[in-house]
């Protein structure tokens, strides 16, 4: 009888052990990399913002805060954590919080997704209340801001309905433009002044300028805007513009479309800052630039009967530089008038004690620049250009100035033919010529010279030493090549003013709003020989008939003199007549 027989069979005890090792092993290691789970990267990133799901108090909700015992608190619920930046100089509050003498209005602290402002000042009774956070507001992983939280309630029955559209443009060019508009209420003191302090209501215009101020209770306002280079609530007049309406703005309904102006308007107090030597010069410093001055010596010594004192406009216009032509020794003083005024028709009428003290250190150098540049092309009947001085001329040695033709024929200039502007730090030449545009030319200055071909452009040289500074210093000599228009290449431009002011200057600008062209109080006018090219047309309208335009005064609620833009940019092309272009105001 056959039987089954099983073995169990063990392997030798070496063999075992590795077994139990190998197996210890890949457990470990399986058991690492399940517990180092590295993220993915490269993902996107998360760059949706924070959403405002919830406000305490409630979006627009009235009858708010009406236990006076305890501080208003106001919480702030998005649908993910927040960081909160700069909150203190982001956040917008209008109407305005009242102040705090130590410390701010209200301290904050974040709780993940949720931002609690306590406010640390009472707020006023049946008022509406909008709090615009800016981009204060942002997600913890990105630094996303959220788009445009505001919360707006009422502590009344009622939210405050009136509003306010319109659009700000730039009153030089008429191109609408970014600002901040600012509502003033006007109380019975009404000592508040719309440039240093901060408004009740405001908000900031669009790229287009338009805005809309709105939740505003019934009442008198002032209304002004401006543009604060730093993000502020206040305007700096001496280097930011401004604008404001004459007129109090009675709320008692919505107002719309309203139009504001704004320009640069120093109102700063006109003063004179110092009067005192500086190198070799004596300098007397204003608070802002100047207009216009006079300087005068109230008493001139025998020895100094035939001397002459020269000074010009240095740093911008604000700083009137004295030169020692008179010879003046370091204890020598001498008094002399000034009388100047800004450019708001601010005036000042003061004595100076003139004295100069170190003449060993180096003088300013001596230099020139033209008006227009080399290669304009300008008038073919009347050569014009302005030469700027570093300082003022003493002397002008005309033979060293001529016009020379594309044969190198030499064009006097006479002395005639030179206007010397005050101070004597500028000049204008003016030599009519007759020239046949694209063919031949004549300078009327000199008849018997022949007529030979010509290509259209002319060279003024100035050779050394046809200026002499106050100083005794030569001019470096210069060559500076002009183009004629011809008429084959021009357009022009008319129309007729109608108007009831005494005085209007009519500009002719490029693109860039500088002026090419003026003319002034021509009720019919022409603006002739104008090269091809896009053209804007301003009226600036003046008091006078021969006045400057006015910038007006804030100070004063006197706004500027009218500027009139023609509506639509002026397109030239060669032998071309745009008539009709009128103005009516």
Known sequence: MFHSTRYLIHPPKRYNSLIE????????????????????????????????????????????????????????????????????????????????????????????????????????????????????IRDTHEGTPAENPTLTFSTGAQVDAMYITGQVKLLMTDQPTKALISLYKITEADTTHILNSAPDYFTASKEDGTFRLEHIKQGTYRLCAGQ?????????????????????????????????????????????????????????????????????????????????????????????????????????????????????GNAIEQDIKLQFKDRRVEKAPFKYTMQPAAGTKINAKLFQVDIQFSKPIKDIQADNLYLLTEQKEKWPISPEEITIHPHRDKITIQKKLNLTTGSKSSIAADASTPKDENKNQATLQIDKGAFVSVEKELNEAGTFKYLFKTSEECGSI????????????????????????EIRNQRYYEFKDVLPGNYWIRVLATSTRDGQWSFGNINKLIPPDPVIFYPHELAIVAKWELEDIDFVF
């Open 21 to 136: 090792t190998i197996f210890i092993i890949v457990i470990a290691l399986l058991t690492s990399t399940c517990a180092a789970i590295n993220p993915l990267e490269g993902g996107p990133k998360d760059t949706v913002p924070p959403q405002l799901i919830e406000t305490y108090p409630a979006q627009e909700s009235t009858n708010n805060f009406q236990e006076k015992k305890k501080k208003p608190t106001i919480t702030l619920t998005f649908d993910k954590e927040i960081q909160v930046q700069d909150i203190y100089n982001k956040l917008i509050v209008t109407p305005k919080l009242a102040r705090r003498e130590e410390g701010p209005s209200y301290v904050f602290k974040v709780k993940k997704n949720i931002l609690e402002l306590s406010l640390e000042v009472p707020l006023e009774e049946d008022t509406t209340y909008t709090f615009n956070f800016k981009d204060a």
């Open 228 to 344: 604060s280079k730093e993000n502020k609530l206040t305007i700096d007049p001496s280097k930011e513009p401004y604008g404001f309406l004459t007129a109090p703005l009675e709320l008692a309904e919505p107002i719309e479309n309203i139009s504001l102006y704004i320009t640069e308007a120093n109102i700063n107090e006109f003063k004179v800052q110092s009067s005192k030597p500086q190198g070799p010069y004596f300098e007397i410093s204003f608070s802002k630039p100047i207009s216009t001055y006079h300087l005068q010596l109230k008493h001139i010594p025998k020895r100094l009967k035939n001397s002459t004192l020269y000074s010009h406009l240095i740093e911008e216009g604000a700083t009137i530089r004295v030169y020692n032509t008179l010879g003046l020794l370091e204890d020598d003083l001498l008094e002399a008038k000034l009388e100047t005024g800004d450019e708001m």
């Open 494 to 517: 008319k129309g007729n003013v109608i108007t009831r002011a005494p005085g209007f200057i009519i500009q002719l600008l490029d693109r860039e709003y500088q002026v090419v062209d």
